[in-house]
C-alpha cells in the first residue's frame, strides 16, 4: 500500500473511531442519568426511547447541517433566534440520520447535491429554504 492510500484509510478509520468514540460517550452519558432527567433530557429534545439508538447510530454532530445551510445563504444563528423549533427540528434530524457518512464525504468532495441529497431527512425543508435564499 502506498503511502497515499495507508493516509487515507487512517483518515477514514479515524473517522469510523472517533464516531464510535462519541456512540459510547453519548450512550454513557444518557445511561449515567437518572430515570427522571434522562427523560426530561429526552423530552425537552422532542425524542423518546426509540429515537436513542437512532440517534446513536447517526451523526451525532450537526456539522453537515451548518455547512448546507450556510451554502443556502442562511444565517443559522438568526434562524434559531427567529425559529428556535424549526432549527431544533433540522438539528435532530441531521444528527439521527444514517448517511451522514455519505453526506460528509460528499461535501468534502463538493459533490454534495443542492440543496441537499435525496437521502436528507430535511430535504423538503432545506429546498423550501433555497427558495426563500436563492445564492
Not at 469510523?16 to 432527567?37: C, Q, T, Y
Not at 433530557?41 to 453537515?64: C, K, Y
Not at 468534502?108 to 423538503?124: E, H, I, L
Request: hydrophobic letters at 40%; glycine letters at 4%.
Amino acid at each position: 500500500m502506498d503511502t497515499h492510500s495507508e493516509h487515507h484509510s487512517f483518515g477514514v478509520l479515524g473517522k469510523l473511531f472517533a464516531h464510535w468514540v462519541k456512540k459510547r460517550a453519548f450512550l454513557a452519558d444518557l445511561d449515567g442519568l437518572s430515570p427522571e432527567d434522562r427523560a426530561a433530557i429526552l423530552h425537552d429534545m422532542n425524542l423518546n426511547e426509540s429515537d436513542v439508538d437512532a440517534l446513536a447510530n447517526g451523526a451525532l454532530d450537526t456539522d453537515n447541517l451548518s455547512y448546507m445551510l450556510k451554502r443556502l445563504g442562511v444565517n443559522e444563528d438568526a434562524m434559531e433566534k427567529a425559529q428556535p423549533e424549526l432549527v431544533a427540528d433540522l438539528r435532530r434530524n441531521c444528527a439521527k440520520c444514517v448517511d451522514w457518512k455519505d453526506c460528509e464525504h460528499k461535501i468534502a468532495k463538493g459533490t454534495v447535491a443542492y440543496p441537499s441529497p435525496d437521502y436528507c431527512p430535511n430535504r423538503d425543508t432545506l429546498a423550501s429554504l433555497s427558495d426563500d435564499h436563492l445564492v
